[in-house]
């Protein structure tokens, strides 16, 4: 009897787990595309909110072009720029407030994930009668939201596509995620071209993002999962082949290409199809990054190193398959626990090499308030984190200390 039961729980743990996925928002990748974006938005609305961030849109001609585009077809725009890496609420709240009195109802994002991120919580806070605030807190959830095209700036975040939306709150820096199939853009209009100027540390902070996106979906418990592994495991060793590239000749255009479409599948959930993803170094790191306002992918770049250190055991094969498959590593056969650790040395070397920190000394974070970031990601101790293995708050402060260097 006994062994019956281990049985059907084996079968229920392992096997590829039921799923349904659709990924609405329309591509449009290449050259020049940004040139169409009047015409993509002009099939929703005649008036939007164009939301971007800093001068970077102008510097590179890129914001002449989207609003000659918008212009040419009669599509009226107000503006809203100002939106910061890590993306405030207190903008949100701004935007949805123009939304509302200019009658607009449809907001157009021009700019990378913090951009998009911005967008979409002002989508959903629009028709919302109370706080859009709630609907990260979980007490609401969204019943409706304006539409959402986008033209990419940097890769990285994959919000492009994806169904989320992270939002810090300055009151007590909180930074928080919403996922609703609401929120996916209608549209991306994605050139590698505009991503010729984006800074060296922030192609390698949108690679870590990229690799972090595809490791939280890779470490599974479910099992026979071979088409996805094999996926994760593309995606990841093409940012791996082509972000030297695109930093050694910034106006590589198949290597900024290769990087811009490997945001996009590694955040669209194709990757995560019949799997059960982790995502607590996600948790952690949106403390992190609330509290020091650090770069998101330099702040996964640390962590997630040290996440692997305290689970591998947990699955040691999975590691050994990832330091293998993804790293070249040569498998110890006699000592497997070996091959798992070497793949994640490599892993860190890699970020290391492309210029991102790895340690949080590196990153300027102090060690004074491990323990609180500990506490606020696990409610004050009473819950846990992460789908691979369930993390308390000992756990995550073991991971947080671990990753001081």
Same mark, same amino acid.
């Given at each position: 009897m006994v062994e019956i039961k281990v049985k059907r729980w084996l079968k229920q743990s392992f096997i590829m787990e039921n799923f349904q996925f659709q990924c609405p928002t329309r591509i449009v990748f290449g050259r020049g595309v940004e040139n169409l974006v009047g015409e993509e938005v002009k099939k929703y609305s005649d008036k939007v909110?164009?939301?971007?961030?800093?001068? $970077?849109?102008? #510097?590179?001609?890129l914001y002449d072009r989207v609003v000659e585009s918008l212009k040419s077809v009669g599509v009226r725009f107000i503006e809203l720029p100002g939106v910061k890496p890590n993306p405030r609420l207190s903008l949100v709240r701004k935007g949805i407030e123009v939304c509302r009195s200019s009658g607009v109802d449809f907001i157009l994002a021009v700019g990378g994930g913090s951009v998009i991120d911005s967008a979409k919580a002002i989508s959903v806070g629009v028709p919302y009668k109370g706080d859009v605030w709630d609907f990260y807190v979980d007490r609401a959830e969204p019943a409706e939201a304006l539409p959402v095209g986008v033209v990419l700036t940097i890769p990285g975040a994959g919000s492009e596509a994806s169904s989320s939306s992270v939002?810090?709150?300055?009151?007590?820096?909180?930074?928080? $995620?919403?996922?609703?199939?609401?929120?996916?853009?209608?549209?991306?209009?994605?050139?590698?071209? !505009?991503?010729?100027?984006?800074?060296?540390?922030h192609t390698a902070c949108g690679a870590a993002d990229i690799m972090s996106h595809v490791m939280?979906?890779?470490?599974?418990?479910?099992?026979? *999962? &071979?088409?996805?592994?094999?996926?994760?495991? =593309?995606?990841?060793k093409t940012v791996i082949r082509? /972000?030297?590239?695109?930093?050694?000749?910034?106006?590589?255009? &198949?290597?900024?290409a290769e990087i811009m479409w490997a945001s996009t599948v590694a955040h669209n959930d194709l990757l995560?199809?019949?799997?059960?993803? +982790?995502?607590? *170094?996600?948790?952690?790191?949106?403390?992190?990054?609330?509290?020091?306002?650090?770069?998101?992918? =330099?702040?996964?770049?640390?962590?997630?190193? $040290?996440?692997?250190?305290?689970?591998?055991?947990?699955? /040691? &094969?999975?590691? !050994?398959?990832? =330091?293998? #498959?993804?790293?070249? /590593?040569?498998? &110890?056969?006699?000592?497997?626990?070996?091959? %798992?650790?070497?793949?994640?040395?490599?892993?860190?070397?890699f970020f290391k #090499?492309?210029?991102?920190? *790895?340690?949080?000394?590196?990153?300027? /974070?102090? @060690? +004074?308030?491990?323990?609180?970031? %500990?506490? #606020?990601?696990? +409610?004050?101790?009473?819950?846990?984190?992460?789908?691979?293995?369930?993390?308390?708050? @000992? +756990?995550?402060?073991?991971?947080l200390r671990n990753a001081r260097g």
């Open positions: 909110l164009l939301h971007y961030g800093g001068g $970077s849109i102008k #510097r590179i001609g939002i810090t709150n300055e009151e007590d820096w909180r930074k928080l $995620s919403l996922t609703t199939e609401l929120l996916r853009p209608r549209f991306a209009l994605m050139n590698p071209e !505009v991503t010729f100027s984006v800074p060296p540390y939280e979906r890779y470490f599974t418990n479910v099992r026979h *999962t &071979d088409l996805t592994d094999r996926l994760c495991e =593309a995606t990841l082509n /972000v030297p590239i695109a930093l050694r000749e910034p106006e590589n255009y &198949d290597a900024r995560g199809t019949g799997r059960i993803g +982790d995502w607590a *170094t996600h948790v952690i790191e949106h403390e992190l990054s609330g509290l020091y306002d650090v770069p998101h992918g =330099a702040g996964l770049a640390v962590l997630f190193p $040290s996440w692997m250190r305290h689970v591998y055991k947990h699955r /040691v &094969d999975i590691f !050994v398959q990832f =330091a293998v #498959r993804v790293w070249g /590593v040569e498998p &110890d056969f006699q000592d497997p626990e070996k091959t %798992a650790l070497e793949g994640i040395e490599m892993l860190k070397s #090499r492309i210029g991102l920190p *790895t340690t949080l000394r590196e990153l300027g /974070v102090p @060690e +004074d308030r491990l323990e609180e970031m %500990a506490l #606020r990601c696990t +409610d004050s101790g009473g819950s846990k984190i992460g789908s691979f293995v369930k993390l308390g708050k @000992e +756990d995550v402060l073991s991971i």
